[in-house]
């Protein structure tokens, strides 16, 4: 091991270290966004929304991400479609360096895409873990719909799909990895071009290896912890 | 437009599709044997037995499935001194990932086991043996076979991941279409959408398959 090599280069894995959270919180943040918005159609009953709702959780759970990100960023742009220009994502993409832009949105379409399907799934087995006396309970002490869900049932089904919704956090972070494919500098690019450079593979490996424990073991360990303080509340 | 998927570019496809489907197929036979076997030590009741296969699933699940294969991919070929093919070392990262994913199920099934069942074969004379082949592993199969399921498609999934590495499977083949035809605008759109619907026709009925047995048996 060459110790000198790591720590010149540590300032280099933190800077791909942060590309991958910064990936992962949009990520996240968008597939709760999706999940809660497929969950909430099934509720509100809304059928044709929640047929296409279906549709999409079976496309995006039964395709591995790397087809869904090279289908974004290779195909979509010959289609005329950019994705770093549509609106919130242009926002977001100020983030990154402009050259990063386009990958950088691709990136998080493509797990928010991913993510909410998997999201929409773990509160959906929340809401199905409701009783349905839950349901006719809040309606007939005369909670509107929207009142029902936000007092009655969304706390306790929030506490069941606590569990759900943080090993899809960890999933979805660890699924970053694969951005490196569509040219973002990550964890993993870093350590393949400087592989490529240097040669210095053990090191480089143990980095790889230090800098994914370095952001995953504190999220989780976070995550059940707060999923214990939910089932108890 | 769709003179890409001529019959040249469609054998090629089929050539890395059956990479693919080898992968996944040999590492879904080691993880159904391995699975079930580490699941079944696991839920003995002897706690080092269970500390060193909690930490092992731990160990496995905290790292994403990539930097694994480029441990084993780059590493072992430096430190064993012998060289895999990046094919051989997705295989033995998909399949320790899937044993221990399938014994932590494997468990939880032989788990959910209610203790009646165990003290009413004890009951009728059985031995523990018996217990287990007639009664316990028939129930928990029931339970199992849903969830392990959902494990199977996740890594069909993965073997994408095996591009990464360099084996020429399904996405790279795809990629050496798309390059063949670079003068296709649309070439990345129709191969890239094939890929997704291919991997879309393996995965879906084996989800679908799952549902139903869920909700037969559940």
Redesign the interface.
């Known amino acids: 091991m060459d110790f000198h090599f790591i720590l010149t280069h540590i300032p280099a894995f933190v800077e791909a270290a942060w590309l991958t959270l910064k990936l992962s919180f949009w990520g996240v943040i968008f597939s709760l966004l999706i999940g809660f918005f497929c969950v909430l159609m099934h509720f509100f009953k809304l059928k044709f929304m929640g047929n296409l709702c279906q549709i999409y959780i079976e496309f995006s759970r039964n395709t591995p991400l790397l087809i869904q990100l090279f289908f974004l960023y290779y195909a979509l742009p010959k289609l005329g479609l950019h994705l770093e220009n549509i609106f919130p994502l242009n926002l977001l993409c100020l983030s990154v360096d402009e050259s990063l832009r386009p990958a950088f949105a691709c990136a998080i379409v493509g797990l928010s895409f991913l993510g909410g399907a998997y999201m929409a799934e773990a509160l959906r087995a929340g809401f199905e873990s409701v009783k349905k006396q839950q349901f006719e309970a809040g309606l007939s002490l005369g909670f509107t719909a929207f009142g029902n869900l936000r007092y009655v049932i969304l706390p306790q089904a929030l506490a069941v799909a606590m569990s759900g919704i943080s090993a899809n956090i960890i999933f979805l972070i660890k699924e970053t990895s694969v951005v490196s494919i569509i040219a973002l500098p990550d964890l993993v690019t870093l350590m393949k071009s400087l592989n490529s450079l240097t040669y210095k593979t053990d090191e480089l490996l143990f980095m790889l290896f230090m800098g994914y424990l370095c952001i995953i073991l504190p999220l989780s360990l976070m995550l059940s912890w707060l999923e214990k303080r939910l089932r108890y509340a | 437009m769709l003179e890409i998927l001529n019959v040249n570019s469609l054998t090629r496809l089929g050539e890395g599709l059956f990479i693919t489907l080898e992968i996944s197929f040999v590492s879904i036979v080691i993880t159904s044997f391995g699975g079930l076997l580490l699941g079944i030590l696991m839920s003995l009741k002897n706690s080092y037995i269970y500390a060193i296969c909690r930490f092992g699933l731990e160990f496995v699940r905290?790292?994403?499935?990539?930097?694994w294969l480029?441990?084993v991919y780059?590493?072992f070929s430096?430190w064993l001194g012998f060289d895999l093919s990046s094919v051989a070392a997705s295989i033995i990262v998909f399949s320790i990932w899937g044993s221990l994913e399938m014994m932590d199920l494997v468990r939880s099934s032989l788990q959910s086991i209610a203790k009646h069942q165990y003290e009413s074969a004890a009951a009728l004379g059985l031995n523990s043996l018996q217990t287990y082949a007639y009664i316990i592993i028939p129930q928990a199969l029931r339970r199992l076979t849903p969830l392990s399921m959902n494990l199977l498609?996740r890594m069909i999934?993965?073997?994408?991941?095996a591009?990464?590495i360099g084996a020429v499977e399904l996405?790279k083949v795809g990629q050496q279409i798309?390059e063949f035809h670079n003068q296709n605008?649309?070439a990345?759109?129709i191969i890239?959408?094939l890929?997704?619907m291919l991997?879309?026709i393996i995965?879906?009925p084996v989800?679908l398959y799952a549902r139903n047995l869920e909700k037969k048996w559940g």
């Not at chain 2, 905290?62 to 930097?67: E, Q």
């Not at chain 2, 999934?157 to 991941?161: A, C, E, I, P, Y």
């Open positions: 905290v790292m994403p499935l990539l930097v480029f441990i780059f590493g430096r498609t999934k993965s073997t994408t991941f591009y990464l996405v798309i605008d649309f990345p759109f890239y959408g890929i997704f991997y879309f995965c879906y989800s």
